[in-house]
Nanobody, 123 residues
Framework: QVRLVESGGGSVQSGGSLRLSCTVS??????????MGWYRQAPGTERVRVAD???????SYADSVKGRFTISRDNAKKTLTLEMNSLKPDDTAMYHC???????????????WGQGTQVTVSS
């Protein structure tokens, strides 16, 4: 059974930093079909993709977080990380980890989701 568990959320002031982690069990992230990403969802809004990273380490970012967030993965430790710097109140949301059983993250529907970790940024 594939399971994704996020951690690292919390409350910070504007300009602060947080590091989110997602631990994967039940699937080998070293497979070529293991694209991963982070989404976020603020109350009353749709879930949107923040960043994703292919099995070979190619990352892409939403324009709203480019230059502030960094996504990385450690296949041996089965961990996905999101480093978030220069946080803004608009970054406040529930952040979810996602896994596609594919070589790319192009499909709008990941195969698996984590339950999420809350990030709150105050001004």
């Amino acid at each position: 059974q594939v399971r994704l568990v996020e951690s690292g959320g919390g409350s910070v002031q504007s300009g602060g930093s947080l590091r989110l982690s997602c631990t994967v069990s039940g699937y080998n992230l070293g497979y070529r079909y293991a694209c991963m990403g982070w989404y976020r969802q603020a109350p009353g809004t749709e879930r949107v993709r923040v960043a994703d990273i292919t099995p070979d380490g190619t990352a892409s970012y939403a324009d709203s977080v480019k230059g502030r967030f960094t996504i990385s993965r450690d296949n041996a430790k089965k961990t996905l990380t999101l480093e978030m710097n220069s946080l803004k109140p608009d970054d406040t949301a529930m952040y979810h980890c996602a896994l596609w059983l594919r070589a790319t993250c192009s499909d709008p529907s990941p195969n698996y989701w984590g339950q999420g970790t809350q990030v709150t940024v105050s001004s």
